[in-house]
């Protein structure tokens, strides 16, 4: 087996290995974990760089060099990195983050899992199976935002990621399955070989909408924006796991992977492009109306997605440099930041950014992890948040007709995000220091660790842009756009208008920053924001639901079992007739009073037990008259050539009148029946089109021609064969004796339920 | 309501007559209409009517076995009834084996006469299981009303 | 005779259907029965009738004549009987409990298993408790 698929099981063994030991040894387990399928990834950084592509194949057309299975291209290694290395510092941040809590471990084992999942998602190059994993990671993220399941607001946080997520997963297996069928394979990389065939399917565009609204309900893109704030319900450092650095990202991974797909159809590149515009823009003006620092680490998530679209959207070379730069310097200060924030909430019990401030005399180290990781997502060099953004600037310069607006509104953007850098440093760790609910003070190394190793990061990268360029970029710039590229990575590329438009950015921001305390509350008056956001539409859409499903259940599940059985009936019937009908009728048989012989008064002696019955006033004669039907029929069978079958019914009819008599005297024989005179007629409708079906499908039946091989063997090996001359009583007792064992088993298990059921009686418990 | 003198004393008779019928019914079954289903109803309806003359206590005491015990006998008759198929040529179950005893006339015997007989027991017991429970039930109710009043 | 033999398997199945839609257990008991009586009929019927002769292998001969009846069907319909019999009287045995137990033989009166009739409400509602069995005053 490939190593990239022996990864998956041990992250799924580890994970379960968590389970059985302690809590506190199961951070310590699963950051091991996490640590070394970050280090087992990283040693393919040198081979996939220079073009090689492991793959673990489950199936394969070596023909077309087509593998459905896993696959490590320069894109999944990247995210694996990601997940597993962020993974490490997330597992050993959460130990000590919530020590102590008795659902610990319970989160540690979800976490792995998740992770596992996400490591499947991106290394799947089959898309069913990435389908799966996607899946997965939505489960384990309802259970981990449910964490702190008491609480209505986690629960319902919970319930609200899984739909959006779960249900854009559905649109996305429908997406994947039309792309399936086009290409002919359930293979990524054949779909991508097989591009010009699946473009051509009449359903290509329908497909590609599905996979798109797939990705954005993941990623939180415009209108499915509103389930990331909500899910800060989670602990911080499943937020700072799932809803920064990894979950929220494989939208934008399953976009980037499909760009080489689709990167030819207009329709793609404007609607990622202006779908990740809005949805930036949104993050940004929701992030300056928030004080509660996770939701405005939230909100500015979103707008980090958002900008990722929007450069798949853009998609040359440029474009898609930028994007893996910029998911790179993301995932590092993101996730420092959220991590920050944690240990912020978790030391002073507070997490209001309007209330809290100089906390840097107290906690030093946050406050240089704070500032290191705020400087990059500000852009400042010589962070490769700078880097980023200088590409990102370019990129947009370069986007053609659109790039007047995309510069304009992101420079705003941007401008937003520098304020905000700025409140989650200077103005949190700088300045008075104010009372906190708790004295704060520097946390447990094992929880300094993740922000301050992060915010390294992002300035080692900064500073060694080429190796970054070689190492992880270009391979994974290669697997967007589906051919071989250059890139460079710079610091420092000379004064034009791209740097003017980083300094005007950083002073507009500096301005925002300043007059922060006054934007908020201002922004939040405005409250048609509220209003019209589709997180409404989705209570609506939600309620509106679960009532629909209330008033069906009650339609259907109404209680009243004539209610059932009608419609049992009346369905069968309108299901076979409408049968017939479509199948074009059946040919009547031939029909002559001459040909009618003696034997018919038996069955007119049945029709008039059957009306008698129907027509009887009480129960008792109702039963006399069934009894006239089963004497009648008992008659038909002996003149039809059936005398076993005959005997029988008779002695069955005798024995149960006999049996019905003797209970009948319990029974209020004397019941009318008291239907209505109109429910009457409703209910002779629904009897009549039921006996109307059986007739006609009997003639269907028997105007189809017959094959008689089967009872003509019985007849001609009876005597041979078993030795006795009644054909009927061979076949019941030897041809198909287990048949019939297995029937007088069931007669004994009825007289055994009945004993059972009248026993108790005895006993006196009823009356 | 006691049943009738005349009752009471034909129940015996019919009771043997509708047994000894049953039987001829289930043995000549193989060849003639009739057979283990048939003779058991014959013989259920005897024990039925000896049960409305006699009362359940007289039905129990003729059978010695509970009726359900005489059901599940039956089951386990024709069940094994089909085991001797195995020492046969084709050994499959069910497949039943005929020794045909010559002692002046050709005695006909096989396995699918014990089968049937299984089939014949399961139908009586179920019948008689259901309707004297229902008697012995009614009998019941009716005394914990008298008491209760 | 197939015509014929086709309407009067209609008519008793149509009959079963009115009387399986009565309110009351009894009722719909014979409606079961009759409904059990149909479906042999539509057994014997679908594989074939003709004439009046038996499935039995005369002596001397090794097979059935060639206008015998169809005995397939015949084996099928026979354990039919017998099982619906046994079906038929359990069911009748229910109804005798349900009737000593709950004091009525009408399903729209058996309130124990489903208390609020036609009403199903989303998940977090406390369960009712139920109310007690209905029965005949002493």
Known sequence: MSGIALALLVGAGGSAAMAFVPARLAAWLGAGLAASLCAFYAAHLGAVSTGAVPAAAFWGVPALDIAGGLRLDGLALLFALLITGIGALVFLYAGSYMAGDARLRRLLVMLGLFMTAMLGAVTADDAILLFIFWELTSLASFFLVGTNHQSP?????????????????????????????????????????????????????????????????????????????????????????????????????????????????????????????????????????????????????????????????????????????????????????????GIVDHETGSRDGAALGGLGRAMPLTAVAAGLAAFSMAGLPPFVGFVAKELLYEAKLGAGPASDVLIVLGFLINASMVAVAGVLSLRLFLGASRPTPETPHDPHWAMIAGPVLLALLGL??????????????????????????????????????????????????????????????????????????????????????????????????????????????????????????????????????????????????IVVGVLATVLARSVLVAVMAMGLVGFAVSLLFLLFGAPDVAFTQFAVETLLVVILAAALVILPIATRDDRAPRRKLADAAVAILAGAAVTAVLLAVLATPFDPRLGAWFGANSYPAAHGRNVVNVILVDFRALDTLGEIMVLAIAAFAVVALLRRARTGDAR | MRPSLILRTSAPMLLWLSLLASLYVLVRGHNEPGGGFLGGLVAASGLLFHAIARGPEGVRTLLVLHPVQLSALGVLLAATSGLPAFLGPDGAYLTHLWWFAELGVTLPLGTALLFDLGVYLAVVGMAVAIFIGLLEWKAARAAATEGGE | MELPFALAIGVLVAGAVYMLLARDLPRMLVGFVLLGTAANLLILLAGRVGGMTPPLVAAGMAAPGADAANPLPQALILTAIVIGFGLAAFALMLIVKARAVLGTVRPDEMAAAEPRAGAVSSPPTPPRALPPPRREAA
């Open chain 1, 153 to 341: 607001a986690a629960r319902k946080a919970a319930l609200q990621a899984l739909l959006v997520t779960g249900g854009g997963g559905l649109a996305l297996l429908a997406g994947l399955v039309l792309v399936a069928i086009a290409a002919g394979t359930t293979s990524i990389s054949g779909m991508i070989a097989a591009a010009p065939a699946v473009l051509a399917h009449p359903a290509a565009e329908p497909a590609m909408l599905l996979v798109i609204a797939g990705a954005f309900a993941k990623s939180a893109q415009v209108p499915f924006h509103f389930w990331l704030p909500n899910a800060m319900a989670a602990p911080t450092p499943v937020s700072a796991y799932l809803h920064s650095a990894t979950m929220v990202k494989l939208g934008v991974y399953l976009l980037a992977r499909f760009n080489p797909l689709y990167q030819g159809v207009a329709l793609w590149h404007e609607l990622l492009m202006w779908a990740g515009l809005a949805t930036a823009a949104t993050g940004a003006l929701l992030a300056l109306r928030e004080t509660d620092l996770k939701r405005v680490l939230a909100h500015t998530t979103v707008t980090g997605l958002g900008t990722l679209v929007m450069l798949i959207g853009i998609a040359p070379e440029l474009s898609a440099t930028a994007a893996v730069t910029f998911l790179l310097v993301h995932a590092f200060y993101k996730a420092a930041l959220f991590l920050v924030v």
């Open chain 1, 460 to 605: 080692a990268a900064g500073s060694m842009p080429a190796l970054v360029a070689d190492l992880v970029v270009e391979p994974a710039v290669r697997a967007i756009l589906g051919r071989p590229v250059a890139v460079t990575l710079k610091l420092w590329h000379g004064f034009n208008l791209v740097l003017a438009l980083s300094a005007a950015t950083v002073l507009l921001g500096v301005v925002l920053f300043l007059a922060w305390e006054r934007i908020v509350p201002g922004l939040r008056r405005a409250e048609a924001i509220d209003r019209f956001g589709p997180a409404r539409f989705y209570e609506r859409l939600l309620a509106g639901t679960i009532s629909l499903a209330e008033r069906c259940t009650g339609l259907v599940q109404h209680g009243h079992l004539h209610g059932y059985i009608a419609t049992l009936f009346a369905a069968t019937a309108i299901a076979l007739l409408g049968t017939l009908a479509v199948r074009g009728g059946f040919d009547a048989p031939a029909f002559a009073f001459g040909a009618l012989d003696p034997r018919a008064l038996a069955l007119v002696a």
